[in-house]
């Protein structure tokens, strides 16, 4: 995305924010920030950013090996409550690097009221694709059935946290920054984006204060029995009563979802199901325990309402990292000030962990944001100084076709849509299917479920990479 943006080129700007070859100055080039000072005769070339796009490509990968691969290494599944792995910083992955492109697109707006119909536009656009991907429409690889009870389709979901995200720092960009001041100095870099900041600070105090003084009373879970002819309900009572907790039962985010979205409309099968007092096999699935609580069987929604409003802090952090990308043009400035920035932030989240705040991908707490968001920035830095700096673009160039057609790969491969439709072409059993025997094919080779699995999914995601490569060949890039 290009900093200096007019109306007819935010328009183009697609979802998920990747890039379309029609456009010559995109929403990952950079060209010099304009000012009022005089421009020099001779002016740089434009500087493609493909480190942005390598992230993104990276981000998706990341997204399917956790997904495809976490059944059989449950150690990088998302944590069952408390605590990260490595599934638990794709979404803010994600997240960050659509702040980065927010920041590379809206630094001149030449009509405020129709960017904003456009970012309008593109966030219902993202939500709906994301109802119709994790509203439970499709049901995934393994399932040959789809369809959803509108009584129990889930509202919130992964693409659907994005488009909050993407519409909270485009809002703020376009609306709370002065883009009359010029960045000559660091109190200039303050005032510029002053407002901004201050709306990310009562974001994230809004998310603190109803966490840790929202009042959770009792609650009571309805619990069907769907293995006898009539279907029974009974209805347990969890017994809460306190202020604070961030335990499963009685955190303030499960309290909020039930009471605007209801339990049928939230996640069925929360991750704390993983957890020793929900699972005989944690940190994986498995039966329930003895003697578990009544709480194992409730839902959870991991993109819930009130998480998501400190998820959209992560989209700030990237965003900021997008300021640095548009005002400063020498690489060893860039690094060192976003150096300044995310080790500060790893640092804060590690000593608010020590301090007694958790790290939970589930309530997206304070310290996870600083931790994940601090990570994201150092990831980008390397690829930063790998991919643009050092030019070696060859051993990342699977990622980089990903990142320029992420938007098709994440629908397609890491929501099932494709394997699931593969998988509907069989040999007399659905079982006996070409996706299902690539992998037992590579577990008897390997002589081992876990490794051959591994294999597979690596497969599968050079196979997606290369399929971007094509499009990306053919001049084609899917987006809404």
Same mark, same amino acid.
């Given at each position: ?82 605590? @990260?792995?490595? /599934?638990?910083?794709? !979404?803010?992955?994600?997240? &960050?690097?659509?702040?980065? +492109?927010?920041? *590379? ?77 010029? @960045?000559?100095? /660091?109190?200039?870099? !303050?005032?510029?984006?002053? &407002?901004?900041?201050?709306? +990310?600070?009562? *974001? ?277």
């Amino acid at each position: 995305m290009s900093t200096c943006v007019d109306v007819t080129e935010e328009q183009r700007a697609p979802l998920l924010l990747s890039h379309s070859s029609s456009i010559h100055q995109n929403e990952d080039t950079v060209v010099p920030f304009s000012s009022d000072k005089p421009t020099p005769t001779v002016t740089a070339p434009n500087q493609r950013l493909a480190s942005v796009d390598v992230f993104r490509g990276l981000t998706v990968a990341l997204m399917i090996l956790v997904d495809d691969a976490g059944k059989a290494f449950p150690s990088i599944n998302h944590s069952p409550w408390f605590g @990260v792995t490595l /599934a638990d910083f794709v !979404m803010p992955f994600f997240l &960050f690097v659509v702040g980065v +492109s927010v920041g *590379l697109v809206y630094k001149k707006i030449s009509s405020k009221p129709s960017a904003t119909q456009k970012v309008i536009l593109r966030t219902i656009k993202l939500f709906l694709l994301g109802l119709l991907l994790q509203g439970g429409y499709f049901h995934g690889r393994g399932s040959l059935t789809y369809g959803v009870d509108v009584g129990k389709i889930r509202w919130l979901g992964i693409t659907q946290r994005i488009s909050i995200g993407y519409f909270l720092v485009s809002i703020s960009e376009i609306w709370l920054v002065n883009h009359n001041i010029s @960045v000559d100095s /660091a109190a200039a870099f !303050m005032r510029k984006y002053s &407002f901004q900041w201050m709306f +990310s600070i009562l *974001l994230c105090s809004v998310y603190l204060c109803l966490l840790y003084l929202l009042y959770v009373p009792n609650w009571k879970l309805e619990l069907s029995d769907m293995n006898l002819l009539d279907h029974i309900s009974v209805t347990e009572t969890v017994h809460c009563g306190v202020r604070g907790s961030l335990e499963p039962p009685c955190n303030a985010a499960g309290f909020v979802d039930r009471l605007i979205l209801g339990e049928h409309h939230m996640y069925q099968r929360p991750v704390y199901r993983r957890t020793k007092e929900c699972s005989v096999n944690s940190p994986d699935y498995g039966p329930l325990p003895p003697d578990s609580p009544t709480w194992c069987l409730a839902p959870f929604d991991p993109e819930g309402i009130l998480s998501s409003l400190m998820a959209a802090i992560t989209c700030f952090m990237g965003l900021h990292f997008g300021h640095i990308l548009v005002l400063f043009q020498g690489h060893r400035e860039r690094i060192f000030l976003w150096s300044t920035f995310f080790l500060p932030l790893l640092l804060t989240g590690y000593i608010m962990e020590i301090s007694g705040i958790p790290l939970s991908k589930a309530l997206y707490t304070l310290s996870y944001m600083c931790v994940t968001a601090g990570a994201s920035g150092l990831i980008l830095i390397i690829v930063y100084y790998i991919v643009d700096i050092k030019k070696f673009r060859k051993p990342t160039v699977v990622l980089q076709w990903m990142g320029m057609n992420a938007l098709i790969v994440y629908a397609l491969a890491a929501c099932d849509i494709f394997p699931a439709a593969v998988q509907g072409f069989y040999w007399r059993t659905p079982k006996n299917n070409l996706v299902d025997g690539t992998e037992a094919f590579l577990q008897i080779i390997f002589h081992s479920e876990k490794w051959g699995t591994l294999v597979f999914v690596i497969v599968e995601i050079l196979f997606w990479g290369l399929c971007a490569g094509l499009l990306h060949k053919k001049g084609i890039y899917i987006k809404l």
